[in-house]
């Protein structure tokens, strides 16, 4: 008999099976590496756990949109989710700092600043708001994508409309860069591209490969702008309802996950690259120095409205990677 502790957990306790099955769901298809990679930990934690702890898997929005899911699991309806920054922004301030444009080096100081105390402690900061953060997955960097027009420069962004998402921070980088930012569901940008209702759009490679936008764009400029990355998070009030051991077989099933993601991203960044290249879009490498001062604007107004956190991204500028994380990025940089 399985007795209902909260909605997003239930235990069983018959005499053949003294297991916890956590409820999951988020809104990613299953070939997304993000997926895969929670997947893993979905195996993972029973293994670990001897089939003790088990978590319900319910993918592509089977129980609701990313945002519905993160009400959910904020009351206990649902146990964990997977929610882009973007979006978890909107509920947690100093999840934004993630958001500002050029912020992060490179993908060496991104990940040292996810595994420095700064990166941790953002991480947390859902608590309060019924949200224990348990990992990041990588969500890559954003660049532009164009049509006809290749973005070489600022100047080359003026006037263009360029689809972003619905961030007033996305919102505000492409007005300080001279673009005209045009909010739009994803669903609907190829479309979009094709017909010349915007001239680009922005997002990571795997994304520009799969949504298969580069049969439309001709032109792909790496000026990384922005790294927001996906956390998964679980109710607090289901963490708290798990025994030490409980957590420690989750914790230790999350790390495994966080670190086979980074493989398949990366696996998943190489593909892409690969075939848009062979599709015949032109790959532009441009100097980022006249785009981050072209944004420092963007830092004047988040300095000014938050002041708190801005003392938090001044720390975030300070910090250096160690040598293997920069081995590790020039490593991906070259593919």
């Excluded at 444009?101 to 019924?130: D, S, T």
Aim: glycine share 6%; hydrophobic share 40%; net charge negative.
């Amino acid at each position: 008999m399985a007795l209902l502790l909260f909605w997003g957990c239930s235990r069983s306790d018959t005499a053949t099976d003294r297991s916890k099955t956590l409820i999951m769901a988020h809104a990613m298809h299953l070939e997304h590496p993000v997926s895969k990679a929670m997947a893993y930990m979905d195996e993972r934690v029973e293994e670990i756990s001897d089939g003790r702890l088990k978590i319900e898997m319910y993918p592509n929005q089977q129980l609701g949109s990313e945002r519905e899911l993160l009400e959910l699991v904020q009351i206990g309806t649902v146990g964990m989710t997977k929610i882009s920054g973007a979006a978890l922004g909107k509920i947690v301030p100093a999840v934004t700092i993630f958001s500002l444009p050029y912020l992060f080096r490179n993908e060496a100081h991104l990940k040292a600043v996810q595994n420095a105390p700064i990166g941790q402690e953002i991480l947390q900061r859902g608590a309060e708001y019924g949200l224990k953060g348990l990992t990041y997955y990588d969500a890559g960097f954003r660049s532009f994508y164009t049509v006809e027009k290749p973005v070489r420069e600022p100047a080359d962004l003026n006037g263009m409309k360029i689809r972003v998402q619905e961030s007033q921070m996305a919102i505000q980088t492409m007005q300080a860069l001279g673009a005209s930012p045009t909010p739009l569901a994803y669903g609907e940008l190829y479309t979009a591209l094709q017909s010349g209702v915007v001239d680009g759009a922005e997002n990571n490679p795997p994304s520009f490969h799969t949504a298969r936008h580069y049969e439309v764009c001709n032109y792909y400029s790496l000026d990384q702008h922005t790294s927001v990355p996906d956390f998964l998070v679980i109710s607090t009030n289901v963490w708290i309802d798990l025994t030490d051991q409980e957590k420690k077989w989750l914790s230790q099933a999350v790390e495994e996950s966080a670190a086979r993601q980074e493989v398949l991203w990366d696996e998943a960044v190489e593909e892409a690259m690969n075939i848009v290249t062979e599709a015949g879009v032109e790959i532009i490498r441009p100097d980022k120095g006249p785009f981050q001062e072209a944004v420092q604007p963007v830092y004047d107004r988040y300095a000014q409205q938050n002041p708190e956190l801005y003392k938090m991204v001044e720390q975030i500028r300070e910090i250096q990677p160690d040598s293997q994380q920069v081995q590790s990025a020039n490593t991906q940089e070259t593919k």
